[in-house]
C-alpha cells in the first residue's frame, strides 16, 4: 500500500471513531430528564405550592421543614411531568389523573421532608411523636397524625430537588377543610412541639424555596 493510500486510510478511520465519539456523547447526554427537574412547567407549579421555614434556639439550628401542598392542580401537573420522564401512553396518564382526582376529593396533601438536629425528634409516622401537625384556618385547626415517611427515591428526588440528604420525607394528610377549597384561601401549616414551633404560611403571594429565578407562573 502507498504512503498516501495508507494517509487516506488512517484519515479515514479517525474520522469515523470521531463520529462514534460523538455519537457516544450525545447519547448520554439524552439520558438526563427532559423536562429538566427545575425547569417547566411543573417545576414553576412545585414552587409556587412550597414553603419552606427554619427552626433556631438562638444560634442552634433545631429543624427545617419544607412542604409542598398538592392541590389538585399541582396533582395534575406532577401527572403530567410524569407521564414525560416515564414515557406512559395516554391510559397510563389518564388512569393516574383519575386516581389524584379521587385523592384531591378525600384529603388536604402534603409532601414534607423534615430534618432535625436530633434525629430521633424526625418521627413525625411515630404514634407519640413530639410534633402537633396542624393546619391553621381562619375559622379553627385541622390536626393530623396521618404522616406516612416514604422513600426518597429517584423519583422523589427528581419531583421534588429540594430534599436533603439529611431529611425524612412524608406524606402528610389532613381532613378535607370545611369551605372553599385551600387553592384560594390563606392558611399556615404549623409544625409545634417542646423544640419550639415552625410555620408555613400558604397562598401568601409568596415564592418557594427552589425556584429558579426568571421562571414564569402558570398564567402571569
Same mark, same amino acid.
Given at each position: 500500500? !502507498?504512503?498516501?493510500?495508507?494517509?487516506?486510510? &488512517?484519515?479515514?478511520?479517525?474520522?469515523?471513531?470521531?463520529?462514534l465519539?460523538? !455519537?457516544?456523547?450525545?447519547?448520554?447526554?439524552?439520558?438526563?430528564?427532559?423536562?429538566?427537574?427545575?425547569?417547566?412547567?411543573?417545576?414553576?407549579?412545585?414552587?409556587?405550592?412550597?414553603?419552606?421555614?427554619y427552626?433556631?434556639?438562638?444560634?442552634?439550628?433545631?429543624?427545617?421543614?419544607t412542604?409542598?401542598?398538592? !392541590?389538585?392542580?399541582?396533582?395534575?401537573a406532577?401527572?403530567?411531568?410524569?407521564?414525560?420522564?416515564?414515557?406512559?401512553?395516554?391510559?397510563?396518564?389518564?388512569?393516574?389523573?383519575?386516581?389524584?382526582?379521587?385523592?384531591?376529593?378525600?384529603?388536604?396533601?402534603f409532601?414534607?421532608?423534615?430534618?432535625?438536629?436530633?434525629?430521633?425528634?424526625?418521627?413525625?409516622?411515630?404514634?407519640? !411523636?413530639?410534633?402537633?401537625?396542624?393546619?391553621?384556618? $381562619?375559622?379553627?385547626?385541622?390536626?393530623?397524625?396521618?404522616?406516612?415517611?416514604?422513600?426518597?427515591?429517584?423519583?422523589?428526588?427528581?419531583?421534588? /430537588?429540594?430534599?436533603?440528604?439529611?431529611?425524612?420525607?412524608?406524606?402528610?394528610?389532613?381532613?378535607?377543610?370545611?369551605?372553599?377549597? &385551600?387553592?384560594?384561601?390563606?392558611?399556615?401549616?404549623?409544625l409545634?412541639?417542646?423544640?419550639?414551633k415552625?410555620?408555613?404560611?400558604?397562598? $401568601?403571594?409568596?415564592?418557594? /424555596?427552589?425556584?429558579?429565578?426568571?421562571?414564569?407562573?402558570?398564567?402571569?
Open positions: 500500500m !502507498s504512503r498516501s493510500a495508507a494517509t487516506r486510510l &488512517l484519515a479515514v478511520a479517525l474520522a469515523a471513531a470521531g463520529a465519539a460523538c !455519537s457516544s456523547v450525545e447519547t448520554v447526554r439524552t439520558r438526563a430528564p427532559v423536562p429538566a427537574v427545575r425547569e417547566g412547567e411543573w417545576a414553576a407549579i412545585r414552587s409556587q405550592a412550597t414553603r419552606r421555614a427552626l433556631y434556639d438562638r444560634l442552634s439550628h433545631r429543624a427545617t421543614a412542604a409542598t401542598f398538592l !392541590s389538585l392542580p399541582v396533582r395534575e406532577r401527572v403530567r411531568r410524569l407521564a414525560a420522564w416515564l414515557g406512559w401512553t395516554e391510559e397510563e396518564k389518564a388512569a393516574r389523573l383519575a386516581a389524584e382526582r379521587a385523592e384531591a376529593e378525600k384529603y388536604e396533601e409532601v414534607l421532608a423534615l430534618y432535625t438536629s436530633d434525629s430521633r425528634s424526625n418521627d413525625l409516622d411515630a404514634p407519640t !411523636s413530639v410534633w402537633r401537625l396542624a393546619l391553621k384556618l $381562619d375559622d379553627g385547626d385541622l390536626v393530623t397524625r396521618d404522616a406516612t415517611a416514604i422513600d426518597a427515591d429517584a423519583t422523589v428526588m427528581g419531583l421534588f /430537588p429540594y430534599v436533603g440528604p439529611f431529611d425524612v420525607v412524608y406524606r402528610v394528610r389532613f381532613p378535607k377543610a370545611p369551605g372553599a377549597p &385551600l387553592d384560594y384561601r390563606a392558611f399556615r401549616m404549623e409545634t412541639s417542646a423544640l419550639g415552625v410555620e408555613l404560611p400558604f397562598n $401568601d403571594g409568596t415564592f418557594g /424555596p427552589d425556584r429558579p429565578e426568571g421562571t414564569p407562573l402558570p398564567g402571569r
